[in-house]
Each structure stands twice: as structure tokens, then as C-alpha cells.
């Protein structure tokens, strides 16, 4: 099992920026895939980020690229995703997930955090 906790979100303009973190605890954390999924008002779940376990390779979602960075530091088990030049568009429930092993972060993944509210205003 792992437990995964978020936090750091929050009410920030457009043009600002956050950083969420997520705790977690249970399976080794560097053996585990990790990853941000988002869900906004009225839609479907949405992948944003994911890191493989040693950090060495990431991929995003198109409209966060050039804007966000995920990371993480496996000493700490945390995963973190810096939210650069928000916008109101990126207004979600954000949830950090896991899979076991090297298995890519998909529309199911296996463990979900309880999620944390980030509002971009206008």
C-alpha cells in the first residue's frame, strides 16, 4: 500500500505560481512512478505530470509544459509540482498518484491521494 498526501494549494491570480507537494508513505517511494492528475469543475480527470523513480525522465501534458515542472526528492518522499504562469484554466482538484515498479501513469492509476484544491482567478 502507499498513502499519498497533498498539499500547497490554494488561490493565487493568473501569472503567479505554486508549488504542491505530496508526501508519501508505505511502498518504497523510488520504486514507484509518480504523477499529477488533475479534475476540474464539470470534467473528466485529466493527466498533467509524471516522473519516473529515479527522477530521470518526465512528461506532461501539452498546456502545462512550458509552464510547470514536476519533480522529486526521494530522500524526503515527496513529489512536488511547480505551478509557473497560471491560469484561470488551471483551476482544479489536484491529486499526485503512483504505480508500482516503471508502470506509466494512465487514466487509472493505482494509488490517488485525497487531492488538493488549487483556484487560479482572473
Known amino acids: 500500500q502507499v498513502q499519498l498526501v497533498e498539499s500547497g494549494g490554494g488561490l493565487v491570480k493568473a501569472g503567479g505560481s505554486l508549488r504542491l507537494s505530496c508526501t508519501a508513505s508505505?511502498?518504497?517511494?523510488?520504486?514507484?512512478?509518480m504523477g499529477w492528475i488533475r479534475q476540474a469543475p464539470g470534467k473528466d480527470h485529466e493527466f498533467v505530470a509524471s516522473?519516473?523513480?529515479?527522477?530521470?525522465?518526465?512528461r506532461y501534458e501539452d498546456s502545462v509544459e512550458d509552464r510547470f515542472i514536476i519533480s522529486r526528492d526521494n530522500a524526503k518522499n515527496t513529489l512536488y509540482l511547480q505551478m509557473n504562469k497560471l491560469k484561470p484554466e488551471d483551476t482544479a482538484v489536484y491529486y499526485c498518484?503512483?504505480?508500482?515498479?516503471?508502470?506509466?501513469?494512465?487514466?487509472?492509476?493505482?494509488?490517488w491521494g485525497e487531492g488538493t484544491l488549487v483556484t487560479v482567478s482572473s
Open positions: 508505505g511502498r518504497s517511494f523510488s520504486d514507484s512512478v
Open positions: 498518484v503512483a504505480n508500482p515498479g516503471s508502470v506509466a501513469i494512465g487514466p487509472a492509476p493505482r494509488y
Open positions: 516522473i519516473s523513480g529515479n527522477g530521470g525522465s518526465s
